[in-house]
């Protein structure tokens, strides 16, 4: 079955030069397109996880008394949603790169010990992280003074307000615009190619440079991959938004 | 009958074949150019001294003249394109570019997506950058070691698959070249006339070129794949031919201060005018 589904790619492969579906009858490659998606799935869930919790905390920071702590959450996000994430991961791999302690296994290496992937989780987490506290604000914003007021009558403290009142209606509104903002980031992991991570962008275009007849067979790879990973991000969310809908709030 | 329904079928394919041929050269890329009055080249911008920028953010180079020379002899204004090794091809397949001059190496898959003509126009092999503490002699020293490398190189595999390296394969030179000064690979893999250059620049204090160069592999130029064979392949042959058999590409590399090249020497020889002197 398995030797038949090869030599039909081979043969495919022999009649249109370029639709050779390498990957489907050469293991090495075919290793080199799971290991990509493995990285952009570890990549994108990892980012996605990160950002959301920068997104909480850097929200509730925004809401403290303290003018220091609004002053550095709004300093964090001017910097990370002002600059192109590109930039940031250049700027993070060579030039923070460099004030990172680092190890070296033969006396001359310097390999430090945050690698290209994690500047780009990191990076990615934050410029993803600093959408996401504006969009948690804007959701806090829309929970009425009013609701919070007879939270602190019933003798609730500020935290309390915070944890039982407040986010749980402000994450209701802020799930529509969160759900874009954690599409983009998933799509924004490809720029991760830029510090050499291999994920599957990365993968891909090593596999087109290599054998140039593969070139659209990757572009549809890369399509198709991303198609699915965005579309179960989206369902997941909508799925999400629908189990934590209050009936007669937000429409 | 029989013989008739040989003969029919003969004369059929024939006909056919001759309508084929005369349907292949459609010259469109050749028309366009000469309709339009400009010839839009694809060249590198990221590799010194062949394709690069002047402090003024100009493109230029020894890939560079040779684009001029070649609108100049078409009687055309010349559109220069900066091309990366990963997409210099594809650039060329949509109709971006309608001449690639990229230090591309001539390859025989290449050779079935894009119209690469002869005689080939230079040539380098692989060789690595690496720290002279290394003492690196033999390319098995590379195994299991992180090698910086550029995405769209022929040999980033070979090196992968030969000698076990891991190669780290950067966009550009630039964000390769970088990672190799902070010490994040042991060598940067990339073409020995390309490293060479870099050497002479005496930037690279303390770092040389140690291995034995493999992989001698000639460069190409390229016109669209349907132009191979028709008046622009035709024409670009031409013009390599003369630039080898007048020494023009031996003066542009001495103009650009290329360590000078047996190839080059010997092409030269090879296509010389037996009627000269």
Known sequence: MLESFQEFFRTVADNHPTWNFIFFYDERQFGKVVSGLWMTIWLSVACVIFSVIIGVVGAAMQGAQSKIVRGIVSGYIQFFRNTPPFVQLLFFYFALGRFTPTYSPDGWLEIPIISNVGWAMISLSFFAGAFNVEIFRAGIESVPKSTQEAASALGYTRLQIYRYIVFPLALRVSIPSLNNNLVNLVKTTTQAFVIAVPELLYESITIWNDFPSAQNPMMVVLFVSYLALVGVVVLGMNKWEREMRVPGYGG | MKKLLASTTAMALALSSVAASAADCTNDTWNKVVER?????????????WGFRDTDGNLVGMEIDMANEVAATMGVDVELVAVQSSNRMQFLEQGKIDLMIATMSDRADRREIVGIVGPNYYTSGTNILAPDALNFTEWEQLRDRPVCGKQGAFYNQIVEERYGANVIAFTGNAEAKQALRDKKCVAFVYDDSSIMADLVSGSWEGFSMPMPTEDDNPWALAVPKAEQNCVFGRFMSGMQYNWHKDGALLALEEKWGIQSTSYLKAQNDRYKDWLAE
């Open chain 2, 37 to 49: 009055g400009k010839l839009v080249v694809g060249v590198k911008a990221d590799y010194k001294p």
